[in-house]
């Protein structure tokens, strides 16, 4: 749940409230958390609307995220130390 909760964009101290001390999370964090799971709010609190995303989907997702961060990271990298890319 941890990886998961950073890799939407949450922080540690969000997990730590969630998990560790049993709170629910704000409703900005619960849209977040929804978004990324392709359902509403009204559906992780109360079960009712829209089915949550099925383990691949939200695989899919977190691994787009993960995939758009280092590839920040890199360029963020490249840009610091002087070796950009080259173009063909």
């Known amino acids: 749940m941890q990886k998961f909760i950073i890799s939407v964009g949450l922080n540690h101290d969000s997990y730590y409230s969630m998990k560790k001390a049993g709170n629910l999370p704000r409703a900005d964090e619960a849209l977040i ?26 695989l899919s997702v977190v691994s787009g995220i993960i995939n758009h961060y280092n590839r920040s990271v890199n360029k963020s990298r490249n840009k610091s130390s002087g070796n950009q890319p080259k173009n063909p």
């Open 33 to 58: 958390i929804a978004k990324a799971l392709g359902t509403t709010v009204e559906y992780l609190v109360e079960g009712i609307g829209t089915k949550p995303a099925t383990a691949e989907e939200v």
